[in-house]
């Protein structure tokens, strides 16, 4: 809802409304449901995760395409990818302008990580597994459309990570243990660096909001501050 000078606009969808209250016509800010950060309570196998994820070769992964937003290494194997996509950059863009996914040949090479996406009832987009190798830095940007307000949300669970892992999400560290998921709003502006001695990857899922990941979240913003 869209609200300036005793005016209201409605911009609604069928799982959520985008609201914003407007200061003057060039300020406004949207107003959101949920914190820019939920532990979702739903946990995976950390040993289980990082033995899925080592079936794959060096040679599997692909380096992101997107150079000006990070230094070093970053790669990623997608699992979910764009329909009739077969080359390599088009299988790990998550496109936003697209609703057709369709599952990759490496997601059947790896059936745990079908068992994770199968916990999620809800429409699934992309799904990428995302290697920052050591001394790698992911440079502050953010995604427009990746917030439940908007109706499309991002859900990080580590396969393998590090102590020296400092992911910030506006300005504030997130720390993300092996098998445990996330939702990041990452429409806010967010980075990553790892410090460590060892590759941090995380299992990356874009989804669409339905009525099971609104009961999820609000299960999430019940539990105790992580």
């Avoid at 409304?17 to 950390?46: A, G, K, Q, T």
């Avoid at 899925?52 to 380096?63: D, G, L, V």
């Avoid at 590759?199 to 539990?223: G, K, S």
């Amino acid at each position: 809802m869209l609200r300036y000078v005793g005016q209201e606009l409605s911009i609604s969808r069928r799982y959520y409304e985008i609201e914003f209250i407007c200061f003057s016509p060039y300020s406004c800010v949207m107003l959101v449901r949920f914190p820019d950060r939920l532990r979702l309570p739903l946990d995976f196998d950390p040993a289980r995760l990082a033995d899925a994820m080592a079936s794959f070769s060096r040679q599997e992964w692909i380096e992101h395409f997107v150079k000006r937003n990070y230094d070093g290494n970053w790669s990623v194997i997608p699992l979910r990818a764009p329909a009739g996509a077969t080359h390599p950059v088009q299988m790990i863009y998550a496109d936003p302008g697209r609703a057709d996914f369709e599952d990759t040949p490496m997601r059947a090479d790896a059936p745990y990580f079908r068992t994770v996406l199968a916990s999620f009832a809800c429409p699934l987009q992309s799904a990428r597994l995302m290697r920052l190798a050591p001394g790698s830095v992911i440079k502050e940007h953010y995604d427009n459309d990746l917030s439940f307000e908007r109706g499309m949300v991002r859900i990080h669970i580590p396969v393998v990570t590090n102590d020296a892992v400092d992911f910030r999400l506006n300005g504030v560290r997130c720390v993300m243990a092996a098998g445990s998921s996330w939702y990041l709003r990452l429409s806010d502006p967010h980075s990553v660096a790892n410090r460590g001695a060892s590759d941090r990857v995380h299992l990356v899922i874009d989804a669409a909001v339905n009525d099971w990941v609104e009961a999820l979240f609000e299960r999430a913003a019940q539990r105790p501050a992580a």
